[in-house]
C-alpha cells in the first residue's frame, strides 16, 4: 500500500524559504521508472506541478519556477525534500506530493495548506 | 512551454454522457492523462495513456485521443461523478516537464 504525506510549516513569511518533506511508503525510491514530485493548488484554482525527482536522481522543475525551486531526495529515509525561495502571497496554496509512474500521479498525499503572509 | 486547454465547465445530466475535452498542439502524439478532483479531496487517476482505466474506475469513464484533442468521456454520468478534472501530459521538449490543463468544472444537473 502506497502513502505519501506532506509535512512542514502551514504560514511563512513572504521573502522567506519553505521547506517541505515528503515521507512516503510502500515503495522505494530506487525503483526503476517511479518518481516523486511536487505539485500545488491555490484555492480555488487549478493544479501547478512544481519538481518531480526520479529513481535515477534526474530532477525536473517547472520553468517558470526553476530558479526558487530545489528537490532532493533521501532514499534511506523514503523522504523527498522541496525547497522553494522568496516566497510570496500568490504562493499560497495546498501542495501535494505525489507518486509518479513514469509520467503520470498514480498515488497523492493528502496535501498540506501553506499560507504566505506576514 | 506547452498548454493545455480545457472548457471551465460541462454539465450533464444524470444518465447522459459527459464529454470533457483537453486541446494542445498535436496533444495526439503525447499520451495524456486524467484526474478527477473532488472538494477537498486530492486528486483521484481515472485514465492514462490516452485510455487504459486504473483498478477500481468504473468502465463508464473512458479516454481518447488523436490530433490536437483528448478527450475524457463519462457515460452514464451519476450525481457522484460531479467533481474537476485535469488532464495532464508530459512535454518532452526542451523543458521536459509536466503540464496540467486549467481544468474542468463537471456539474450534474
Known amino acids: 500500500q502506497i502513502t505519501l504525506k506532506e509535512s512542514g510549516p502551514t504560514l511563512v513569511k513572504p521573502t522567506q524559504t519553505l521547506t517541505l518533506t515528503c515521507t512516503f511508503s510502500g515503495f522505494s525510491l530506487s525503483t526503476s521508472g517511479v518518481g516523486v514530485g511536487w505539485i500545488r493548488q491555490p484555492p480555488g484554482k487549478a493544479l501547478e506541478w512544481l519538481a518531480l525527482i526520479y529513481w535515477n536522481d534526474d530532477k525536473r522543475y517547472s520553468p517558470s519556477l526553476k530558479s526558487r525551486l530545489t528537490i532532493t531526495k533521501d532514499t534511506s529515509k523514503n523522504q523527498v525534500v522541496l525547497t522553494m525561495t522568496n516566497m510570496d502571497p500568490v504562493d499560497t496554496a495546498t501542495y501535494y506530493c505525489a507518486h509518479f509512474q513514469l509520467e503520470e500521479v498514480d498515488y497523492w498525499g493528502q496535501g498540506t495548506l501553506v499560507t504566505v503572509s506576514s | 512551454s506547452y498548454v493545455l486547454t480545457q472548457p471551465p465547465s460541462v454539465s450533464v445530466a444524470p444518465g447522459k454522457t459527459a464529454r470533457i475535452t483537453c486541446g494542445g498542439n498535436n496533444i495526439g502524439s503525447k499520451s495524456v492523462h486524467w484526474y478527477q478532483q473532488k472538494p477537498g479531496q486530492a486528486p483521484v487517476l481515472v485514465i492514462y495513456y490516452d485510455s487504459d482505466r486504473p483498478s477500481g474506475i468504473p468502465e463508464r469513464f473512458s479516454g481518447s485521443n488523436s490530433g490536437n484533442t483528448a478527450t475524457l468521456t463519462i457515460s452514464r454520468v451519476e450525481a457522484g461523478d460531479e467533481a474537476d478534472y485535469y488532464c495532464?501530459?508530459?512535454?518532452?521538449?526542451?523543458?521536459?516537464?509536466?503540464?496540467f490543463g486549467g481544468g474542468t468544472k463537471l456539474t450534474v444537473l
Open positions: 495532464q501530459v508530459w512535454d518532452s521538449s526542451s523543458d521536459h516537464s509536466v503540464v
